[in-house]
């Protein structure tokens, strides 16, 4: 298997394991509990986010740049709501 296979595995599991701490916080019955959820999705956060970087860094996560009218056009609809 690839590097850039491993990789995107890899970031797909921490995404997941991102979701699951922050349903864990949100529905938290006590402070402790809460607090100890909060503080591994930060963590896990950190993960991610030195995942994404290594991974855009070697060309392997790739972004599209958005036109600035449709950026214009989002804002616009939203700011009217």
Do not use: P, R
Not at 23 to 52: C, M, P, R, W
């Amino acid at each position: 298997m690839e590097d850039k296979d491993l990789m995107e595995k890899e970031l797909l599991i921490v995404k997941g394991v991102c979701d699951l701490y922050l349903h864990g916080t949100i529905e938290s019955t006590t402070a402790d509990v809460h607090k100890t959820f909060k503080e591994a999705l930060n963590e896990t956060l950190d993960i991610q986010n030195k995942l994404y970087n290594l991974m855009a860094e070697k060309g392997w996560y790739k972004t599209e740049n958005v036109e600035q009218t449709k950026i214009d056009s989002t804002k616009q609809k939203y700011a009217s709501k």
